[in-house]
């Protein structure tokens, strides 16, 4: 998977079920470390993923990843990210 660049995953813990949780760590390009966490909502395999997402101590914000077969081994993949609180967070996930 890639990130932003520079960044670079220094650790993750997932419990992949619904009301399970997740955390991410990233250090950042001038050494700095910043963790991801959140509570999977609705694990419906192999459709949809529902989970809460926080960076740091930031407000809460919830991802919808939608997962539609359209051809013999491909799936088309859509990610709703909603709720984020500031600006400028949207339009950084918004560059992905």
Not at 12 to 17: G, I, M, Q, S
Not at 68 to 95: F, K, L, N, Q, S
Request: charged content about 25%.
């Amino acid at each position: 998977m890639v990130g932003p660049s520079g960044v670079r995953c220094i650790g993750a813990e997932v419990d992949l079920r619904s009301g399970g949780g997740y955390r991410i760590g990233n250090e950042l390009p001038d050494g700095g470390v910043i963790w991801i966490s959140g509570e999977f909502e609705l694990v419906d395999s192999p459709h949809r993923l529902v989970y809460s997402w926080r960076v740091a101590n930031e407000p809460v914000s919830r991802v919808t990843v939608s997962f539609t077969a359209v051809m013999d081994g491909c799936t088309e993949v859509v990610i709703h990210h909603e709720r984020i609180h500031a600006t400028a967070a949207r339009d950084d996930h918004e560059r992905g």
